[in-house]
């Protein structure tokens, strides 16, 4: 299983908003609605931000959303803070019954 | 409170074998599965397999089947994750991870993690 396909790294200036994307195939993002997304700070955990494509945990900020168009899935973050930098994963469930990851983006806020 | 509190930081050398758990509180152990998660050096963050503590079916990533060995013990609410034989490049982070209550495949909870440092 190939892992998913990110950007290296995005970067936006606060108050902006940036996107990242996620591309998979057919054997992931495509087949299932099951795109999670997770935040992880410098020397911290992963934190869940997004599951399910598009659904926010209790306790997230509405300024995260996803979004899902064919094999690509995508995280927008709008009213960029500088609090938002850290590294952006995306995961899919797949047609193996595993679990297949994104390479990372790391976000920069100018 | 949900918590799955996983065992300290090992250094190890190549060849030696190595068991690390991953205990939850805060809920009933067999009802959801338990995966670990591997975070290399270059922070990319690999799916390595899962566990259903209930019946103790297990699945593997073809990565890392047959390089590690994934276990629960229900009578200690534990999972665990074995390697028989360490080899320099099983140096990483180990996370166990666990489902929220509202989607069955998303890493909803996880472990602090356990550093895995493996070098002659």
């Known amino acids: 299983q190939s892992a998913l396909t990110q950007p290296a790294s995005v970067s936006g200036s606060p108050g902006q908003s940036i996107t990242i994307s996620c591309t998979g195939t057919s054997s992931d993002i495509i087949g299932y609605d099951y795109v999670s997304w997770y935040q992880q700070h410098p020397g911290k955990v992963p934190k869940l931000i997004i599951y399910d494509v598009s659904h926010r945990p209790s306790g997230v900020s509405n300024r995260f959303s996803g979004s899902k168009s064919g094999n690509t899935a995508s995280l927008t973050i709008s009213g960029l803070q500088a609090e938002d930098e850290a590294d952006y994963y995306c995961?899919?469930?797949?047609?193996?019954?595993?679990?297949?990851f994104g390479g990372g983006t790391k976000l920069t806020v100018l | 409170e949900e918590q799955l509190v996983q065992s300290g930081a090992e250094v190890k050398k190549p060849g030696e074998s190595l068991k690390i758990s991953c205990k939850v509180s805060?809920?009933?152990?067999?009802?959801?599965?338990v995966a670990w998660v591997r975070q290399t050096p270059g922070k990319v963050l690999e799916w390595m397999g899962i566990i259903y503590p209930g019946d103790s079916d297990t699945r593997y990533s073809p990565s890392f089947q047959g390089q590690v060995t994934i276990s629960a013990d229900k009578s200690i609410n534990t999972a665990y994750l074995q390697w028989s034989s360490l080899k320099a490049s099983d140096t990483a982070i180990y996370y166990c991870v666990r489902p929220t209550t509202t989607s069955m495949a998303t890493f909803g909870y996880w472990g602090q993690g356990t550093l895995i440092t493996v070098s002659s």
């Open positions: 995961s899919s469930y797949t047609t193996s019954r595993s679990w297949v």
């Open positions: 805060g809920y009933t152990f067999t009802t959801y599965w």
